[in-house]
């Protein structure tokens, strides 16, 4: 069974930065790609970012490119979200997916395996 679990949510100012991790466990193979994903109050869960484990191939939401830098550490299978610059239009719960296979997908329908999500808080 495979585990996702983020980390590192918080309250913070807009302007602030902020770093998510999120961890994977369990029994699943080389090439997978991570991604976050985040959820407003009263809005569809979007796309944020996205890694893939071999060769560290990444790709951003329109929104976040300049400010959000997706890494990840593969000896550990953990992928880190840093965010700068953050707004409070960015307030949701950020959840990171895993997937197997090396594309890196947008939609959320293509992750099989969920963590159960992280509140970021922006305040203005």
């Known amino acids: 069974q495979v585990q996702v679990i983020e980390s590192g949510g918080g309250l913070v100012q807009a302007g602030d930065s902020l770093s998510l991790s999120c961890a994977a466990s369990?029994?699943?193979?080389?090439?997978?790609?991570m991604g976050w994903f985040r959820q407003a109050p009263g809005k569809e869960r979007e796309f944020v970012a996205a890694i893939r484990r071999t060769g560290g191939t990444t790709q951003y939401a329109d929104s976040v490119k300049g400010r959000f830098t997706i890494s990840v550490d593969n000896a550990k299978k953990t992928v880190y979200l840093q965010m700068n610059s953050l707004k409070p239009e960015e307030t949701a719960v950020y959840y990171c997916?895993?997937?197997?296979?090396?594309?890196?997908?947008?939609?959320?329908?293509?992750?099989?395996?969920w963590g159960q999500g992280t509140q970021v808080t922006v305040s203005s």
């Open positions: 997916a895993l997937r197997s296979g090396d594309y890196i997908a947008t939609n959320e329908y293509e992750y099989a395996f």
């Open positions: 369990g029994r699943f193979f080389s090439p997978y790609v």
